[in-house]
């Protein structure tokens, strides 16, 4: 079983920048991490993933504005956040999965809490 614990979140005024920390223990042996986000009244949708400490996928709504990145020693994914809009405003949840196919999967296996961002105008 693994364990995710997401940090990070706050309120922020459109431009500004976040980062989101996703500390994980337990079983360690995951294929695949991820940051997913989801607003009030719609679906959960996923904000970027990584496998391999190297693998990077992003939705386009944040591409060249959000960075996903891993350390390995310290069990911890990381969400850069810049240039943030009201749009962004979202409860973000950290996932991974530990399952071989994991990257060819809409959702992981194991979730985080979740943490708030809020985004002002």
């Known amino acids: 079983q693994v364990q995710l614990v997401e940090s990070g979140g706050g309120s922020v005024q459109a431009g500004g920048s976040l980062r989101l920390s996703c500390s994980s223990s337990?079983?360690?042996?995951?294929?695949?991490m991820g940051w997913f986000r989801q607003s009030p009244g719609k679906e959960r949708e996923e904000v970027a993933r990584i496998r391999s400490h190297a693998d990077t996928m992003y939705a386009d709504s944040v591409k060249g504005r959000f960075t996903i990145s891993q350390d390995n020693a310290k069990n911890t994914l990381y969400l850069q956040m810049n240039s943030l809009k009201p749009e962004d405003t979202a409860m973000y949840y950290c996932a991974a999965d530990h399952r071989t196919y994991c990257w060819y999967q809409r959702l992981f296996l194991y979730w985080g809490q979740g943490t708030q961002v809020t985004v002002s105008s």
């Open positions: 337990g079983y360690l042996g995951v294929a695949c």
